[in-house]
Structure formats: C-alpha cells, structure tokens
Nanobody, 114 residues
C-alpha cells in the first residue's frame, strides 16, 4: 500500500516562504513521476509543479520563478519550495505519485494572508 504524507503547510504573510514535503511510504520514488497540485475553495484542482523520474521539471505559469520542485530519492521525498507567496496561492496542496498506479496525499493547507 502506497501512502503519501504531506507536511509544511501553514499561515504565512504575503512575500513569505514555505517548504512543503511529501514522504512516500510503501514504494520507492526512483521510477515515479511526482507532482504537486492545489485546490482553492470553489475551484478545480490544478497542477502546480511536476518532476519526472529523470529530474525534468515543469511549472504552472502562475508559479514560475517563485516555486521550485525537487526530489530526494534516497529519502523517498519530494519538496516544493515556495517563495514570494501571494494571497492567490492560498489552497490545499496535494502531492501525487504516478508509477503503475496513481496515489494522492491527504493535502496540506497553505494560507497566505496578512
């Protein structure tokens, strides 16, 4: 059973930073494509950033230059470094694991507000 555990969310002021972590249990991350998604109230879930098994990355236009996805396969962990946060980044952030099957984490709340 693959389980994803996210952490690192919280309340931060505009312009601040957070780092989200997603630990994968029950499977190695080496061959998986990993990604972060978010869902704001009343909106559909959207892709924020993705990283392939070979390390290629892609980002939503709205977060380019501010958010950075990375992975540490030795720790079975994927990170999302979030800088220069804006109120519109407020959402529940979900981690996704894709290799043979797709698994989602439970989500972590990020609130950007003064």
């Amino acid at each position: 059973q693959v389980r994803l555990v996210e952490s690192g969310g919280g309340l931060v002021q505009p312009g601040g930073s957070l780092r989200l972590s997603c630990v994968v249990r029950g499977s190695a991350t080496s061959f998986a494509n990993m990604s972060w998604h978010r869902q704001a109230p009343g909106k559909q879930r959207e892709l924020v950033a993705g990283i392939t098994s070979t390390g290629s990355t892609n980002y939503a236009d709205s977060v380019k230059g501010r958010l950075t996805i990375s992975r540490d396969n030795a720790k079975n962990t994927v990170y999302l470094q979030m800088n220069s946060l804006k109120p519109e980044d407020t959402a529940v952030y979900y981690c996704k694991f894709a290799f043979r099957n797709i698994y989602w984490g439970q989500g972590t709340q990020v609130t950007v507000s003064s």
